[in-house]
């Protein structure tokens, strides 16, 4: 989009920028296994007699295998964290909530112990680490944000108390490329970046410690047909990226190769009947946040206000997408997506102070998102006054302590 349309799509509306159990580190989510014992019993015929007492330690051969009764479809993550822009450079941090088992609620939000960041906007967890990628408030004059290149984004690298979910010793993660940075995500071997206003993905070299190195992008970076990347989900050998310009959106479909981590192809991962951009300026879904579970993937429609759920075939691509309204529920800015069990939750960004919310979907036949509402007790900063507004993430964490 040129200079002029950027320019043009500010004065009408602000453009923003995985649960961790569907994409990225921070443990594999199950939960233990549960054993059921048959339990029942017999009464003896008063004309046999009583058979004696088996011996303890022999196995009774007629007693059925024990039923394992784990639901295994629904893991269970000991925290959500969110991250808190703030309202100015060196006010963000992160706020780490309890997640309930019964019904998916978030409780005790607090602190998550990592400090003061510049600027959060997006979270992952691999390896024992949490990154988060720094967008600060007020780096440059707002009418500047999308057009200098020496916005001052920056990856931090926190550890992760793999009992208590307490981020400490948090720094930068010495990743060298920091221009228009909105998300970024860690295999363990190499990480990846996506450049918003540079419509590029960049793959870094993670060294020891969890060093995030040598950042570079990929060359022809207009083959892979981006425009203005905010999100990404990893699945297997292939990264789902939502292109967040609203006279451009789409979601691409891009190909890993595991041993050398180059990516050497991007394509449009709708194959359904399903419109991103509709024809005319400035009526894309304006895609924000991605997230994908199995078959389906989740995501987030800023200019909407809903979240769209596709199918996934077996080539990858959409075979069908559908919207999900959030009927009944107050939408500002939504942003992000993440699952956790057998619910979705959104973040729903807010220009004032203290207002951001987060909203609770669950999750219902066929992928379907019903009876969503924003999780009540629950507000954060989203520190959305730039013209160039980002917001807030939300993933989740499986710690030992639940194991």
Same mark, same amino acid.
């Given at each position: 989009?040129?200079?002029?349309?950027?320019?043009?799509?500010?004065?009408?509306?602000?453009?923003?920028?995985?649960?961790?159990?569907?994409?990225?580190?921070?443990?594999?989510?199950?939960?233990?296994?549960?054993?059921?014992?048959?339990?029942?019993?017999?009464?003896?015929?008063?004309?046999?007699?009583?058979?004696?007492?088996?011996?303890?330690?022999?196995?009774?051969?007629?007693?059925?295998?024990?039923?394992?009764?784990?639901?295994?479809?629904?893991?269970?993550?000991?925290?959500?964290?969110?991250?808190?822009?703030?309202?100015?450079?060196?006010?963000?941090?992160?706020?780490?909530?309890?997640?309930?088992?019964?019904?998916?609620?978030? /409780?005790?939000?607090?602190?998550?112990?990592?400090?003061?960041?510049?600027?959060?906007?997006?979270?992952?967890?691999?390896?024992?680490?949490?990154?988060?990628?720094?967008?600060?408030?007020?780096?440059?004059?707002?009418?500047?944000?999308?057009?200098?290149?020496?916005?001052?984004?920056?990856?931090?690298?926190?550890?992760?108390?793999?009992?208590?979910?307490?981020?400490?010793?948090? $720094?930068?993660?010495?990743?060298?490329?920091?221009?228009?940075?909105?998300?970024?995500?860690?295999?363990? /071997?190499?990480?990846?970046?996506?450049?918003?206003?540079?419509?590029?993905?960049?793959?870094?070299?993670?060294?020891?410690?969890?060093?995030? $190195?040598?950042?570079?992008?990929?060359?022809?970076? $207009?083959?892979?047909?981006?425009?203005?990347?905010?999100?990404?989900?990893?699945?297997?050998?292939?990264?789902?990226?939502?292109?967040?310009?609203?006279?451009?959106?789409?979601?691409?479909?891009?190909?890993?190769?595991?041993?050398?981590?180059?990516?050497?192809?991007?394509?449009?991962?709708?194959?359904?009947?399903?419109?991103?951009?509709?024809?005319?300026?400035?009526?894309?879904?304006?895609?924000?946040?991605?997230?994908?579970?199995?078959?389906?993937?989740?995501?987030?429609?800023?200019?909407?206000?809903?979240?769209?759920?596709?199918?996934?075939?077996?080539?990858?691509?959409?075979?069908?997408?559908?919207?999900?309204?959030?009927?009944?529920?107050?939408?500002?800015?939504?942003?992000?997506?993440?699952?956790?069990?057998?619910?979705?939750?959104?973040?729903?960004?807010?220009?004032? $102070?203290?207002?951001?919310?987060?909203?609770?979907?669950?999750?219902?036949?066929?992928?379907?998102?019903?009876?969503?509402?924003?999780?009540?007790?629950?507000?954060?900063?989203?520190?959305?006054?730039?013209?160039?507004?980002?917001?807030?993430?939300?993933?989740?964490?499986?710690?030992?302590?639940?194991?």
């Amino acid at each position: 989009m040129s200079i002029i349309k950027r320019a043009t799509a500010a004065a009408v509306i602000a453009i923003p920028i995985a649960m961790l159990a569907a994409c990225g580190g921070g443990g594999d989510g199950s939960t233990p296994n549960t054993t059921i014992p048959d339990g029942s019993t017999t009464t003896p015929d008063p004309t046999t007699p009583t058979p004696t007492t088996p011996d303890p330690t022999t196995p009774d051969p007629t007693t059925p295998d024990p039923v394992d009764n784990t639901d295994y479809s629904a893991p269970r993550a000991s925290y959500a964290y969110i991250t808190q822009r703030g309202a100015a450079k060196g006010l963000g941090s992160i706020l780490k909530c309890k997640v309930s088992e019964t019904d998916g609620a978030l /409780s005790d939000c607090a602190d998550s112990g990592g400090g003061s960041f510049e600027g959060p906007i997006s979270l992952t967890f691999s390896g024992g680490y949490a990154y988060i990628v720094n967008k600060p408030v007020g780096a440059v004059a707002l009418e500047h944000t999308w057009l200098d290149p020496n916005i001052a984004h920056s990856i931090w690298k926190c550890s992760v108390d793999t009992a208590t979910g307490a981020l400490s010793h948090c $720094a930068d993660s010495g990743a060298n490329e920091a221009v228009h940075i909105d998300d970024f995500y860690s295999t363990g /071997s190499y990480a990846y970046m996506v450049q918003r206003y540079g419509d590029m993905i960049l793959r870094c070299v993670v060294e020891g410690e969890g060093k995030a $190195a040598n950042c570079t992008g990929f060359a022809n970076p $207009a083959e892979f047909g981006l425009h203005e990347p905010a999100s990404f989900a990893f699945v297997s050998d292939r990264f789902y990226v939502a292109n967040s310009n609203i006279d451009g959106s789409s979601v691409s479909m891009c190909m890993v190769d595991a041993a050398s981590g180059e990516i050497p192809s991007c394509q449009n991962a709708n194959a359904s009947s399903f419109v991103f951009d509709p024809a005319g300026e400035y009526n894309g879904v304006q895609p924000t946040g991605i997230v994908v579970n199995g078959p389906t993937a989740y995501i987030v429609s800023k200019a909407n206000k809903n979240v769209i759920s596709c199918t996934i075939g077996s080539d990858g691509k959409f075979t069908s997408c559908v919207e999900n309204p959030l009927t009944g529920v107050s939408v500002d800015s939504l942003n992000r997506i993440a699952l956790q069990g057998s619910y979705a939750y959104i973040t729903n960004n807010a220009q004032a $102070a203290s207002t951001g919310s987060v909203i609770k979907c669950e999750i219902g036949a066929g992928g379907k998102l019903n009876n969503c509402a924003a999780i009540p007790g629950l507000s954060f900063d989203s520190g959305l006054i730039d013209a160039d507004s980002n917001g807030s993430d939300i993933r989740f964490l499986f710690t030992a302590s639940q194991q």
